[in-house]
């Protein structure tokens, strides 16, 4: 196969993901967070305990930004601050009770949504899907 091709096919998929993810969230998040602390703390969720860095460099966001965002979600007791203890300089990033609340009500919110995407999908196309998103996962999106 032409890796060229493979390669045009892949920014083709990373932009319908964006286009359908910004689609699923839009209205899935609370109104008391900004789409951009939602990114944070969706990121948060999927992956915790984060640094702060890791963040940053994930979600495109520089330091002082991600610092300043970070204390803005803080201050709504979404999510805390843990310090190594073997480095007590470096602090990782948690989700809160509230936090984890939150996010299981926003994750259920898209649940919702993907299942209506995929309301026609027969048990084959579903198990496709579902290999697809496997090989991806492992193969290109590790």
């Known amino acids: 196969m032409d890796k060229s091709i493979l390669f045009t096919k892949c920014v083709s998929l ?35 305990p984060v640094t702060p860095s890791e963040i940053s460099d994930c979600q495109h966001i520089s330091m002082p930004n991600t610092s300043r965002e970070l204390k803005k979600i803080s201050e709504k007791n979404l999510i805390e601050k843990i310090s190594d203890p073997a480095d007590r300089r470096k602090q990782f990033i948690r989700l809160t009770e509230q936090g984890e609340a939150m ?13 209506t995407r995929i309301q026609n999908a027969s048990k084959e196309d579903l198990q496709d899907i579902e290999h697809a998103m496997d090989i991806l996962q492992t193969k290109v999106f590790y």
Do not use: A, C, G, W
Request: a positive charge; aromatic letters at 8%; zero cysteines.
């Open 103 to 115: 996010m299981s009500e926003s994750f259920k919110s898209l649940e919702s949504l993907f299942l």
């Open 14 to 48: 990373i932009t319908s993901v964006h286009r359908v993810t910004h689609k699923l969230t839009k209205n899935s998040k609370s109104d008391s967070i900004t789409p951009i602390q939602y990114k944070i703390l969706e990121y948060i969720t999927v992956s915790q």
